[in-house]
Each structure stands twice: as C-alpha cells, then as structure tokens.
C-alpha cells in the first residue's frame, strides 16, 4: 500500500550565515492512511519547518528544498507548481495550527469562514455549502452549529475556536491532516478534549495524520508511531510503545528521563518562619458603575495562604483561574481590591509606593517569558546590579555580588558584560534568577517560570530553583499550569478556578486524594496520564511524560 | 547545583542605531543630500551677492543675463536670497522638529506612563490638533508681531499632539513588559525606569517621526510666507521670495520657481531620509526587507 505521505531524503538549507547548513537533513518517514504519526523534538528541532515544508508555506526566501522528495499519494509534491499545491492544499492536505486566535479571521463569521474552502474548492450552491458547513460543525461537537455559524471568533472560547479550525480544515475530507503543536496554547482539560476529538475524527475517515508537538504526554495519548527529531535530523522513530518503553537513542532517553513525573515525591512538612501570608485577598476587575450597569470579574476571590522559610507553595490553574493575578497582587504589582498581603509583619496591602519601595526588596519574582523579561538594550551585569544598586550597595560591590550570582546559577561570570540577545531562553532565565537573588529577598515568585523552556532546560531550571531555594532559605511561590511540574517541586499546592482557590494541601495527598472534582479534572486531563501514571506510580523518572 | 557552562558566541556588541540607519541607501543618499543642501545655507552667504543689494538699474532679468537665477522686481539677486533663504527654511524646520520632539516626549511620557494624567494630556492633545497651523500663525502675528519665534510656535503647537500619541503607544506597551516590571520589583525609581527602560524605546520611532515634522514644517513655514502671515517680508526666505515673484509670475516665472525648486528638493531629501529610517529601524518592515 502506497503511504498518503512519504518523505525521502528530505534536506531544507537555511541561508547563509545561520548557525547551522541546514534546517533539515536527510529525513525520512512516511504516514499511513489511519494512521497518527508524531513528530517530537524541541526547539530548533526541524519539526515545524518540515510540517511547513509539506505544505508548501515554509518561507521561500530563507528555506530551500535541496534534496529528497515528499510525496503525497505517491506524487512528488516538492516540484509542484504553486496552483497545484494550492489545489492540494485543503482538498489533499489541511494543516491546523498552534494559536486559533491568529488562524482565524477576526472580522468575519466562522461559518462562513468553513465556508469558503467550499467556496475555493468546489462548485456547490449556496444551500448546499451551508448544510456541509453545518454538517462538519456537528462533527467537531460544537453545540448550536445553527446559531454559531454567524459567530465571530473572539465570541469563541480557545477551545471552540480551535474546533472551527479543525472543521475547516476536515471540511474537503483531506487525506492528511497536519496538526503543528495544535493543543499548545489550550488548557489541560480543553486539550484532552482536542486531542480525543483528532484521534475521533482520524479514526472514523481513516486519514493519515501529521502531528508534530513537543510534549511526550501528547505523544502518549495520541500517537500510533514517533518520529523524534533533534537539530533537524531524525535520531529516532518507530512505533509508540518502542520510542517510549523502550527508547534506544539517548537524546530520546534524555528527553523521557526529562520529563517530571506526576508523582510527586514524599516531602517532609516545612517548619521554618513564615515569610509570607494573603488573608481575604480580593481583586476585582472593572466596576459596577454608579447605577450598576458595569461588569465586575473578581480575579481573585477571598485568598489566604501562608509560605514559610524554605517551602515552596503552588498556586496550580488554568488560564483566567487568577493565579498570575495573586502573584501580581502580592508583589505589587497591581493593587489588591482589599486583604492583606504580610511579608514577614509588614502589611504591603495598602501601604503607599514611597513606603513599599523599600519592602521590595524582600519580595521577588520571575516571569514567564525568558525574551522580554531583560531589558534588550542594558547588558546581564547591569540588570543584575541594578536592584541593589537602588538600595545603596556601591556598584562594585553589588558587580562582585553578581558574579557569585552568575556562578551560581551556573554561567560563566565573565557573561556580565553580554547582552541578553546572546543567551539562549534557558541561560536568560538563569539570568532572571540571578537578578531575583542579587535582591536578598526572602520570598521568590517564579510565574510560569519554566513553561516557556524545552523540557531538558526545564528540568535544569527546576533543579535550580530547588537549590536557590535551600541556600538562600527563600520561600518559593511557584506559579504554574503544569501539574508535572508542580508535582515536582511544590511542598504544598492550592487549586485556583475562576479566582477561587478550590482545594489546598501538601502536594502529595492533594495527588494522590483529590477532594474537589476540578482537581480531579485537571489530574485526569493531564496529557499522558492514563499511559504512564496509572502504572501504580512507580513509573518516575522512568516514562513520565510532560 | 547545576553546572553549565555557557557556550557564549562571540557576537558583536549591537550595533548603534547610526550604524544600522548608514546601511539604509535611501539614508545615505538623502542623508547626503541634505548635508550638502546644509553646508550651502552655512557658507553660501559669505560668497554670494547681499541678498538685499537693490538694483533699480536691472529690474527683471532673466537667469544667466544678470545673476545665476536673474533678478527680481528690485533687481535684487534671486540666487543670492534662494542660497540665503535656505538657512531660514532649515532653521525653522529644524526647530520645529526639536522643540516638538521635545514637548511630545515628554508629554508622551508622562501620558503613558501615568493612567491618571492620561485623560488629561489626551484631550488637551485632542483640542491643540484641532487648530490648523495657519489659523493659529496669523493670530500669533496679529497678537505679537512676525518674528520668526511666533512662526516656530505657531508650527509647534499643531505638531506637539501627533508626536505625543507616538510616544504614548510605544510607552503604553513598554510598560507592561515584564523587564519594567522586573525594574518596578527591584525598586528602581519612577524617573530611572522611564529613563532607563521606557525611553530608550522611543527614540527609533521618534527619530523617524522627526524627518516628518521637519519636512512638513518647512512647507508649512513657506505657505505661511507665501500668504504673507509668516517671517518678516524683508527676510529672504524662500516663501517670502515667491510671496514677492507672485505679482509678476506670468512674465518672470524664475522668481517662483528658483526657491519653489529649492524647497521641493530639499523636502524630499529630509522624507528620503525619513522613509529609510523607517525602513531600517522599525522592526517590523526591517525584518521582511533584509
């Protein structure tokens, strides 16, 4: 039987001056009608470009086939001419992307969004179209197809959006579907949804799916075979139960090994001095306006938790659960509504800026996004010296002060003179980290600190901030979606949804004994789940995937 | 602990903003052009004829006959008052672009860093760009006089509000990145965090902006001279000239046109420059062009 996509050989160069010849080298893989095939890797790993390469969208300036061939249905497309990939493209071939926001148009309605592949591809009438429309609406489960046919995206929650992308891009019956990192920017729950509607809709028309991620949960879920990619070539591929039981190449091993088990490991109580503590912590969004016409979103709902010298807290939730808005509130950067905010007896509330300034520096935070979180145009010293320079150390001392820092963290102290553009995202959270402790501070905020790392990175910032932790006897107020993650470096956990913290406790019985249904929620949609955690637990370090 | 040594590439510092802009073509020809066009406002009146020398003897003449550009209806020496009229034009563009870069980063600033001064900035910004900069030279000149200085203002003031909304966007989402707020955490003063981290953001933008407001306040400054509510008549500047050469175009059209091609050409090197400074230093466009 002839594979629905066959590539051969397949070399993409990139231009000159790039830290690399070539952006993928002499690969090779094929995908099987009713078939899901996995692409993994991290970043930089070739995945996308391949993916984008198929399609025929990969950017004609900077990439160029060079040797090899894709083959759709035995046909080689590399040659082909941009009408017929154009052809090919939504009758042939669909691609779905990452963010359903940008794939879909924001000023038109997503039903005739759907519509217009029909419009493009065939020469239905108009009655027709729209029933086909309709027809593909219900086949992706969304509710009222009638009446959201004329809804606009952003009326769409994330999820429902990226439904209407996959009914657009089903809606011709393509033979190959490809899914690049589809299910990144949903939440856990909603991805599970996703992911179990991809692998529906693959099972019951037998095409052959693309399905490139970075995340081994996924991969467990969903795939059939694993093609693992590192530094644009393949180093590994096979059938799933293989590339995950029993991986041969260490780059794969490395990746598993990475990967934080669900189970989180036995964690003495902590007894040091509390360092930090919220009581009724409230932020509302918006106002009801003098006659109360206006909108109010409570952000954050009657918050209380207290973090001790030496213990971790997470604050675990989807995205709008209020997690990040309790960092902000705590740190100041916005204006809790009303509560207190103690650190160590001060209450930093409601107290004036000209007061807080000098409370700042027992509080401390790290953000999400290694990129923006230094300033591009000052060099790593002067970020880092610029906080105790505030506080009145002399600027020699607080520049020797960051070199301890800096090795520490585990670059090179000579770095203070680069600037951040010369660092990759994992070395420049090491910088933020640095920057944090050059502060002394008794409380660090690490929000979303590693979700924007590859999985081995994040494994070294983990470890990191484990250690900073334990020198510096910081309380740690770690913020994340990623229950991996929380299970791994998180004393004690509390649950937010929708700004109300639902569930708190020691990490451990909070896995291992959900009270709340939305926790169970959560630990059962987490990606991977059924496939590596049900294993009594044992499975740590071993296939735990992300 | 975690030990990894960083494989640091030895890429060069980032290059100065200068340096990226001298690569642009457009910079370096228009920029070219202008530095020339500035070296004659300079020194070209020390070699050329007074430009107020009055020669009732010869009224009128055409180019080559008396004088590079011929005579005026005083048979004062047109090509001496274009070459001396360029200083006036220059200096008026270039004032105008500094002052109202000035006020308007500030304002800019201010406006968007500070939520509560927003609204008020804004509205006032709202009203100043409601007044067209005509209407408001030839009231200034009817309260106090045609000076240059009421000229100046009088193009300012209309400016102020387009440069204060460009600098207000670019610090409305500088602000919210985490780097100023990593700023704000580490308890570096308000004044320090604009200073530092804000304004350094502006200054592409505003670079840009300021060939714009340059060229159009040239133009503006000659129509002001033309319509007779601009600097003093007995000034040559190159408004002034045509304002003068109105009366008799139809037979000696090189009045007119001698200045007019003068300040033709010397708006379009300040908008080549500006066209490839914006080419070159907004990222955006940078990034599809290289």
Not at chain 1, 368 to 390: A, C, F, K, M, W
Not at chain 1, 425 to 448: F, K, N, S, T, Y
Not at chain 2, 30 to 54: E, N, Y
Not at chain 2, 214 to 239: D, R, V
């Amino acid at each position: 039987m002839t594979p629905i996509l066959d590539i051969e050989n397949l070399s993409v160069s990139l231009p000159k001056g790039a830290d690399r010849p070539f952006a993928i080298q002499d690969i090779t893989f094929s995908v099987n009608a009713g078939e899901i095939v996995c692409v993994v890797g991290e970043s930089g790993s070739g995945k996308s470009v391949t993916s984008f390469t198929v399609m025929g969208l990969h950017d004609k300036r900077a990439l160029t086939p060079v040797a090899g061939e894709i083959r759709l249905e035995g046909k080689n497309i590399l040659g082909a001419s941009a009408a017929e990939i154009r052809r090919l493209r939504g009758e042939k071939m669909a691609m779905i992307f990452q963010e359903p926001m940008t794939a879909l148009n924001p000023v038109a309605p997503v039903g005739q969004q759907i519509g217009e592949m029909l419009e493009i591809h065939t020469n239905f009438g108009a009655a027709k179209r729209k029933a086909k429309v309709l027809q593909a609406m219900r086949d992706v489960h969304l509710p009222d197809p009638e009446k959201m046919y004329h809804s606009f995206p952003h009326q769409l929650s994330g999820g429902q959006r990226q439904r209407i992308v996959i009914a657009m891009s089903l809606v011709l019956e393509p033979v190959l579907l490809i899914a690049d990192e589809p299910t990144t920017a949903l939440d856990v729950t909603t991805q599970a949804q996703i992911l179990a509607l991809i692998k529906e809709l693959q099972t019951r028309r037998g095409m052959g799916v693309l399905f490139i991620t970075h995340d081994f949960g996924v991969v467990a879920d969903i795939a059939d075979r694993v093609v693992v990619m590192q530094n644009g070539q393949i180093v590994e591929q096979g059938p799933v139960a293989q590339v995950l039981g029993n991986p041969t190449h260490p780059y794969t091993k490395m990746l598993i090994n990475a990967v934080p088990s669900m189970t989180p490991p036995s964690r003495a109580p902590v007894a040091g001095p509390v360092a930090l503590s919220a009581a009724n912590l409230n932020k509302q969004y918006g106002s009801l306006g003098l006659l109360g016409g206006g909108r109010v979103v409570n952000a954050a709902n009657d918050v209380n938790f207290q973090v001790r010298r030496g213990e971790t807290l997470g604050i675990v939730g989807e995205s709008g659960s209020g997690k990040s808005t309790v960092a902000r509130c705590v740190m100041r950067l916005i204006d809790p509504t009303s509560g207190e905010v103690l650190i160590g007896d001060t209450n930093i509330a409601t107290i004036a800026e000209s007061q807080l300034r000098q409370h700042r520096r027992d509080i401390q935070i790290v953000f999400q996004d290694p990129y923006r979180s230094l300033n591009p145009r000052r060099t790593v010293g002067q970020s880092i010296t610029e906080g105790p320079v505030n506080f009145g150390v002399s600027p020699a001392e607080a520049l020797e002060r960051a070199r301890r820092l800096m090795s520490i963290v585990g670059l090179a102290p000579e770095a203070l003179d680069r600037f951040p553009h010369q660092f990759s995202g994992g070395q420049r959270q090491r910088i933020c980290i640095a920057r944090a402790l050059a502060m002394e501070p008794m409380v660090l905020i690490a929000d979303e600190a590693v979700s924007a790392l590859d999985v081995s990175v994040q494994a070294q910032v983990l470890d990191l901030l484990e250690d900073v932790k334990e020198k510096f006897d910081l309380a740690m107020l770690f913020i994340t979606h990623d229950l991996r993650v929380a299970a791994q470096i998180c004393d004690r956990i509390m649950v937010m949804q929708k700004g109300i913290v639902v569930e708190s406790g020691p990490t451990a019985q909070v896995f291992a004994n959900p009270q709340h249904p939305y926790t169970r929620a959560l630990l059962s949609a987490a990606p991977g789940h059924s496939t590596f955690d049900s294993k009594g637990g044992a499975s740590a370090g071993q296939a735990a995937p992300l | 602990m975690v030990q990894n040594a960083p494989t640091l590439p030895q890429t060069p510092e980032q290059p100065s903003i200068w340096r990226i802009a001298l690569r642009n073509r457009s910079v370096f020809w228009g920029g070219l052009m202008l530095v020339i066009i500035a070296l004659v406002a300079l020194t070209g009146g020390l070699f050329t004829a007074d430009p107020m020398d009055i020669n009732p003897m010869s009224r009128l003449k055409p180019p080559g006959e008396h004088g590079l550009f011929g005579t005026d209806q005083l048979g004062r020496d047109v090509f001496s008052r274009v070459i001396n009229g360029a200083r006036i034009s220059l200096t008026v563009g270039t004032a105008v672009a500094v002052i109202s870069i000035a006020i308007g980063l500030f304002l800019g600033l201010v406006a968007g860093y500070f939520r509560y001064m927003d609204a008020l900035i804004m509205r006032v910004m709202d009203g100043l760009m409601s007044i067209p900069a005509i209407l408001l030279a030839i009231a200034l000149i009817s309260l106090s006089g045609a000076t240059l200085l009421t000229v100046v203002a009088a193009i300012v003031i209309p400016e102020i509000p387009r440069v204060v909304r460009l600098v207000r966007s670019v610090v409305l989402t500088v602000r919210e990145e985490p780097y100023v707020e990593a700023a704000i955490a580490a308890g570096t003063k308000t004044w320090l965090i604009m200073g530092r981290h804000v304004l350094p953001n502006t200054i592409a933008p505003l670079i840009v902006q300021a060939t714009y407001v340059c060229g159009s306040a040239m133009l503006t400054e000659a129509i002001l001279g033309f319509l007779g509510a601009g600097i003093p008549p007995e000034i040559p500047s190159w408004g002034n000239i045509m304002s003068e050469g109105r009366t008799f175009f139809q037979l000696t059209p090189w009045i007119i046109f001698f200045p007019g091609a003068a300040l033709a050409v010397t708006v379009l090197a300040v908008n080549i420059v500006g066209d490839g400074l914006r080419d070159s230093l907004d990222p955006r466009i940078a990034r599809t062009m290289r």
